[in-house]
């Protein structure tokens, strides 16, 4: 009969890596998993290649991109306070499993797939709040004293991921309940092939996947939880529209009789309006006043297509000037200061292409909120006789 532990950890505590290693010892199994898959494995136990800067460009999702650093700061931040390195337990099971000669397997799902599906299942509000949350954690975590050992008691981890549910029910349901299902799903390929199996998971994730260990049943399909969330491209959705909404715009005023005057103003400010917050927020980030310049000469462009970004055009310039050298994607893993982390040319050219692309979004924004009472014109009767107009003239043609 198949006998299965499961040890929770905590990724940054020294009493995790004792317990891991009591836990081999005292229960000699045929096999131990770990809560990692192929991509974290090679990073913890071997030198790897860093991605160009243009690999980093091509791949878009900045923010996407500057979330997973974040969280990698404030672990290592936290694995600083500690004196234990992020994912130490997950070393020590490797090696004592070696040193015992017993197999490891590699049960967790692929990071970049997680990490898709946390970002694609987050709903906008959803992504403002974490990133708000992100950055009050970058403020807080500098000399502050944490009880690591804390996030193994079962009780405070349930706390702590109801909280997080609450917050974010998307992040939730990709970051924690899929990965309990998957893990679950690995356990239990195990046991079907060894007597013995010892996992070795995140105490977040024990209840979760003890409760599908007891009723397997209940698990949902494996290839479900690694396909590509396919929801709406509402980016593209959104800027299809600003654009017809803008063009909307420009023909109901050229049509309306309020005056050339009046239509030239309103082009100007969509210009200057996009252009100025695209180049506000690309300052903010650190970015070259060249790189400012870029954002602001080509916000109002890129902001009617929604193929196109500001901030992608910032960030080319912010490379060229700041030309990021290899290495610099362990130095932003390693910062030990935010501060440290900005002054890192690889981490000031991402970060200039997310708040250069903040700062258009606003600027669009801004726009159609302000340029009516900017114009001084009533935006009923500009709307309505500017259509009324151009329909007449159409009539007229036929």
């Not at 950055?135 to 944490?146: A, M, N, T």
Request: hydrophobic content about 50%; aromatic content about 8%; cysteine-free.
């Amino acid at each position: 009969m198949t006998e299965i532990r499961l040890v929770g950890t905590a990724h940054v505590s020294q009493k995790s890596v004792e317990e891991v290693r009591s836990a081999i010892e005292e229960f000699q199994p045929d096999i131990v998993g770990v809560e990692l898959d192929r991509g974290r494995f090679i990073s913890l136990t071997q030198e790897v290649d860093e991605p160009s800067v243009t690999d980093i460009l091509k791949g878009g999702n900045f923010g996407r991109l500057l979330v997973q650093w974040v969280l990698t700061y404030i672990q290592q931040r936290i694995g600083a306070e500690t004196g234990v390195k992020p994912g130490a337990e997950m070393l020590v099971a490797i090696e004592e499993a070696e040193a015992h000669q017993k197999p490891v397997a590699l049960i967790d799902r692929d990071i970049r797939i997680t990490l898709a599906r946390f970002w694609g299942m987050m709903g906008i509000w959803e992504k403002i709040k974490l990133l708000g949350a992100l950055i009050y954690s970058l403020v807080s975590v500098e000399g502050q004293k944490i009880d690591v050992d804390e996030f193994t008691n079962q009780d405070v981890v349930s706390a702590a991921m109801e909280e997080f549910r609450k917050f974010s029910p998307g992040g939730a349901q990709a970051l924690i309940d899929e990965r309990d299902a998957y893990l679950a799903h690995q356990v239990l390929m195990l046991g079907s092939r060894y007597e013995r199996v010892l996992a070795v998971v995140g105490a977040g994730h024990i209840r979760g996947v003890q409760r599908y260990l007891d009723a397997p049943e209940t698990l949902p399909p494996l290839p479900a939880l690694t396909a590509e969330v396919k929801g709406l491209p509402w980016a593209k959705f959104l800027g299809g529209a600003v654009t017809v909404l803008f063009l909307l715009l420009i023909v109901a005023i050229a049509f309306s009789g309020v005056g050339f005057d009046v239509l030239l103003t309103a082009l100007l400010y969509w210009v200057l309006i996009n252009g100025v917050l695209s180049a506000a927020f690309t300052l903010l980030a650190g970015g070259h006043p060249l790189s400012a310049a870029t954002a602001f000469a080509v916000s109002w462009m890129t902001s009617l297509n929604p193929l196109l970004a500001a901030g992608w055009f910032a960030a080319i310039v912010e490379a060229k000037i700041r030309k990021p050298a290899a290495g610099e994607l362990r130095q932003i893993v390693e910062a030990e200061t935010f501060s440290e982390m900005r002054t890192i040319p690889l981490f000031r050219v991402v970060l200039v292409a997310a708040l250069a692309n903040v700062g258009s979004t606003l600027g669009t924004i801004a726009y159609f909120i302000f340029i009516f009472p900017v114009l001084g014109i009533d935006p009923t009767v500009v709307i309505v006789d500017g259509f009324s107009n151009m329909l007449q003239m159409i009539q007229g043609l036929f």
